[in-house]
């Protein structure tokens, strides 16, 4: 019987907003520079997983991961580094990733929850966003809903390391079949909790919290 609901925060149940390449795009027109959004985004993914999740060694803390983010941003904006506003740009930007106007809420989400809570599950996080998160959550209204956030940069691992998944688990003293771990990455997401016993939710294209909880039925039971 599922007696826990994990989930992955963006692009899962969080959707940056604007685009994350937009976002970047406004910042830096706001010191008088322009950019290709698109250009900036694919940068952002891949000098992330560069960095994060080639060049760092577990286990990882609020201050690696801060200075990683400088490194990531320092690669994705190597052009601009001379001759720009750089170190008020990263500030600007790392702390507008840290309001809730950085992401929406997918719709239905809440509700979700909420079914869930009245059913008696647990609902964490298991996220590779940093200690930024804890604000976002509390200022959409969502922190009070999770038993638990699991931060890779807090734990100490990012997914998809089987660790941050285990440490769920050990908190809530859960077996892996009593859980399901949602999350919009195959890699990240549901291979590794896949592997662990866990049950998995891999939403492809747009979260429909309607369509998961339906699916979700199944395992309370």
């Known amino acids: 019987m599922l007696k826990g609901i994990f989930l992955d925060a963006e692009g ?32 952002m993914r891949l000098f992330f997983r560069k960095i994060f999740k080639e060049k760092l ?49 997918v719709p239905g989400f809440k509700e979700f929850l909420i079914k869930g809570k009245e059913m008696g599950l647990k609902f964490a ?15 959409h209204g969502l922190l009070s809903f999770f038993d638990g956030v699991f931060i890779g940069c807090e734990v100490g691992y990012l997914k998809p390391s089987p660790e941050i998944f285990k440490r769920a688990l050990e908190y809530f003293n859960l077996e892996p079949k009593e859980t399901v771990m949602i999350g919009d990455s195959l890699e990240d997401d549901i291979e590794v909790p896949k592997a662990l016993g866990m049950h998995t939710y891999y939403i492809k294209e747009k979260p429909d919290y309607y369509l998961i909880w339906e699916h979700l039925k199944g395992y309370l039971s």
């Open 125 to 139: 996080v298991i996220s590779n966003w940093d200690c930024r998160l804890y604000s976002i959550l509390e200022g």
């Open 12 to 43: 899962t149940f969080l959707l940056f907003n604007p685009d994350l390449g937009v976002i970047y795009q406004r910042i830096w027109e706001s010191f008088g520079i322009k950019i290709d959004p698109e250009i900036t985004k694919r940068k």
């Open 57 to 105: 060694t577990p286990p990882l803390n609020g201050e690696i991961c801060k200075k990683a983010w400088e490194e990531v941003f320092e690669k994705v904006f190597e052009d601009f580094k001379n001759g720009a506003p750089f170190e008020e740009v990263f500030k600007r930007a790392y702390q507008f990733f840290a309001s809730p106007e950085c992401v929406r809420v």
